[in-house]
Every structure is written in C-alpha cells, then in structure tokens.
C-alpha cells in the first residue's frame, strides 16, 4: 500500500467517524420515539434533525422517557412542557411549528 493509498484511506476513515457524531447517531432513535408518541413520519423525521442538531443527548434522553399513548403534535408539547427544562420546550415548540407549517428546511418528503 503506497503512502498515498494509505493517506486516503485514513481520510476516509475521518470523514466516516465525523459523519457519525453521537447526535446524529441519536436522530433515528428521536424519530421513531416521535413516531411512537403518534407523529406522522415526515414531522418526526423533521423535528428529529432540528432536535439532535440542537439539544444535548441528556435532554434527547428526557424525550425519549416521554413514550406513551398517540398524540397530536400540540398534545405532544403539552407533554414536554411538562419536563421543565426550557431549551428543551423552546426547541420542541419551534420546530414542532416549522414542521407541522412546512417552514423547516429540514422537512423531509414524504
């Protein structure tokens, strides 16, 4: 393996590991636990990506305890709200309403 070769595989290998920070990692984890909580696919797949992108995994690990029987998204809020932690709420409210508006770039299709 030339010096090259191997230079491109180290780099390589970096950029996979970036690619996978633990809140990315965490994404998918939100967005089945939003599908749990009764979002449709495509506002939990939204929300999810704003969420992880913006609170810690200890506050992603308060939401994940928040499973229960289907919501709506403000049935949802109500629910985290309860929570206490206010970046958690600010962040929870604003992209439940850019997702459930269309606002959000993140909004995936489907």
Known sequence: MTIRMAS????????????????????????????????????????????????????????????GPKRTIADYVTTVRRVGDRQLIEVTVSSALLCASGFAHERKPG
């Open 8 to 67: 491109a595989a180290f780099a390589a290998c970096l950029a996979l590991v970036a690619a996978c920070t633990p809140a990315k990692l965490a994404e998918g984890r939100v967005r089945s636990a939003l599908m749990d909580a009764g979002l449709s696919q495509p506002n939990a797949a939204c929300m999810a990506e704003r969420m992880t992108d913006r609170l810690s995994l200890g506050q992603l690990r308060k939401l994940q305890a928040l499973q």
